[in-house]
């Protein structure tokens, strides 16, 4: 089995930084995914970490540390529209299926 | 726009009813995954079929069944509604099955509301 840790809610300022973090215990790894989910919506692929270190893509950046069990997602310039839930997701060992996590609720504020 | 489409948007019933959720797939994505989210219990995956075949099996009550047609598009049967499965549904396609790195691409999903 897995388990997926992230917080329940962050609040920010708009221009500011946010760093969204998710720990995970699973019996094999594959690979960690995060994506975006405005209420109502459907979740939207950001970002995709297999190996250790830092993807950067535009203002999302993803962070993957494998020994230690942790990701984070880094938002930069935020913007109103970045309001939204981020999911975690991991697929265990077994299973090619992703596991979500229950997804961090990002309020941006002016 | 993810490329998945799903209908209806909105379904309301009673409880004890029967309901079919329809979801077409991205073109050339021959899996198909299905999701419900509640507040409660976040995003569950239920079900995934591969051109035509199940694959994998989540947490899905006896009550759901599913089936992926030959055109490839799939469609999610709930019956006994219970006022519990108030929830959203979502269908998911990737282009293979069995690897851990295929990315998902969700549809705009189903709210069902059981009165």
């Known amino acids: 089995g897995q388990n997926i840790d992230q917080p329940t809610e962050m609040t920010a300022t708009e221009g500011a930084i946010v760093q969204i973090n998710c720990t995970y215990q699973?019996?094999?790894?594959?690979?960690l995914f995060w994506y975006q989910q405005h209420a109502g919506e459907a979740p939207t692929f950001l970002s995709y970490?297999?190996?250790?270190g830092l993807e950067e893509k535009g203002r999302f950046s993803s962070f993957l540390s494998r020994s230690k069990g942790y990701s984070y997602l880094l938002l930069k310039e935020l913007q109103m529209k970045d309001s939204a839930s981020y999911l975690c997701?991991?697929?265990?060992?077994?299973?090619?299926?992703?596991?979500f996590g229950r997804g961090t609720s990002l309020i941006v504020h002016p | 726009d993810s490329g998945v489409t799903q209908t209806p948007k909105h379904l309301i019933t009673a409880t004890g009813q029967r309901v079919t959720l329809r979801c077409s797939p991205r073109?050339?994505?021959?899996?198909v995954y299905w999701y419900q989210q509640s507040l409660d219990q976040g995003l569950q995956f239920l079900i995934q079929y591969y051109n035509g075949e199940e694959r994998a099996k989540g947490n899905i009550l006896e009550r759901f069944s599913a089936q992926q047609f030959p055109d490839l598009h799939s469609e999610l049967n709930l019956s006994s509604l219970e006022l519990g499965d108030s929830a959203l549904y979502f269908c998911a396609s990737s282009v293979r099955w069995g690897l851990a790195t295929d990315t998902q691409y969700f549809g705009p999903g189903t709210r069902l509301t059981v009165l």
């Open positions: 997701a991991v697929p265990s060992g077994g299973s090619y299926i992703p596991t």
């Open positions: 699973t019996s094999g790894f594959n690979g």
């Open positions: 970490n297999v190996l250790d």
């Open positions: 073109s050339g994505d021959l899996s």
